[in-house]
């Protein structure tokens, strides 16, 4: 079985500051890696993932995240973050060549102050 | 991009009735989605994996017989809150694999219910 931990459980940070969200996750097998923003009252949006390939991924709003196997680690980054982006994320793993059914992290949630 | 609704978005109900929440996949085949419940500030998580032509598939834990699921088409999956009571009372999310490509989870905007 896998596992995500998502260490921060809130991130308070001021508008144009960078920006980490952390995650590590724990598997015996090949994982898929995913990141999902959830606003409030919504449900949750899919941010970025990893499948294969190279190890940065990026999301058409700036935000970036690198898989890293020997820490396995799979961070979210953003260089500049705006109001808009106060929202839950959830970090969230699945096996490769399985049901495809993700387990996810507790949640991390971004708060932008202006 | 694959996009999948829910209706309704938000229900209040009577203890003791029973609720029906769709989830409908628009532009995509699904012969799997899946049901989530989250609480506030809290995690998702998995109540069954719901299988088109075949029953569902339950978490531990969670009572089959009160929450009801049909996946009747490749595009349609219900739950069923049966006699509803206060503790049921959460916000319920479902997702959808592609049948092609189906690494990826694609979820609805969530359905609040309050049951009174």
């Known amino acids: 079985a896998q596992s995500v931990t998502q260490l921060d459980s809130q991130v308070p940070v001021f508008e144009e500051a960078p920006v980490e969200l952390r995650c590590n996750y724990s598997s015996s097998v090949s994982v898929y890696l995913f990141w999902y923003v959830q606003y409030p009252n919504q449900g949750l949006q899919l941010l970025l993932k990893?499948?294969?390939?190279?190890?940065l991924v990026e999301s058409i709003n700036g935000f970036e995240a690198e898989f890293n196997k020997s820490q396995t680690s799979f961070h979210l980054r953003k260089p500049s973050v705006h109001i808009s982006d106060t929202a839950e994320y959830f970090c969230?793993?699945?096996?490769?060549?399985?049901?495809?059914?993700?387990?996810f992290g507790r949640g991390t949630s971004l708060i932008v102050h202006p | 991009g694959a996009v999948v609704s829910q209706h309704p978005s938000r229900v209040i109900c009577k203890s003791g009735t029973s609720v029906k929440i769709e989830c409908r996949s628009l532009?995509?085949?699904?012969?799997?989605m899946f049901w989530y419940r989250q609480f506030p500030k809290q995690s998702l998580m998995l109540m069954a994996t719901s299988n088109e032509g075949s029953k569902a598939t339950y978490e531990q834990g969670v009572e089959k017989d009160k929450f009801l699921i049909n996946h009747a088409s490749l595009t349609l999956s219900t739950l069923t809150v049966t006699s509803a009571h206060p503790e049921d009372s959460s916000f319920y999310i479902c997702s959808a694999n592609p049948a092609e490509g189906g690494e990826t989870q694609y979820f609805g905007p969530g359905t609040r219910l309050l049951v009174l």
């Open positions: 990893y499948l294969s390939g190279s190890t």
């Open positions: 532009d995509f085949q699904a012969t799997t």
């Open positions: 969230a793993v699945s096996t490769t060549g399985g049901s495809y059914i993700p387990t």
